[in-house]
């Protein structure tokens, strides 16, 4: 279904997921002798179209969890890159 779905039922389905036409990497960060998790070890980063960003808003800040977010909150390395890069805004 893909990011069609989202303009019907919103942008994350029931386990948080973004559409798969949107995802753009998976990036497994934890440390290999870290046996601890922490929040954000591993994260899915998704491409979000500006006609949607409301509509992710909204997504996220209903997210009990807190386990979303918007990539420009998350002081991880690689996003740091990206924001460097001008990927991230």
Request: glycine residues 8%; aromatic residues 14%.
């Amino acid at each position: 279904m893909g990011l069609l779905r989202s303009l019907r039922r919103g942008f994350f389905d029931f386990e948080n997921v973004p559409p798969w036409d949107t995802w753009i990497c998976y990036v497994a960060g934890k440390g290999v002798n870290d046996a601890r998790w922490h929040p954000f070890d591993a994260y899915l980063l998704s491409w979000v179209p500006v006609s949607l960003v409301d509509l992710v808003t909204a997504g996220i800040d209903a997210n009990p969890e807190g386990c979303i977010c918007w990539a420009r909150d998350l002081d991880k390395e690689f996003v740091r890159q990206l924001v460097g890069a001008g990927l991230v805004s």
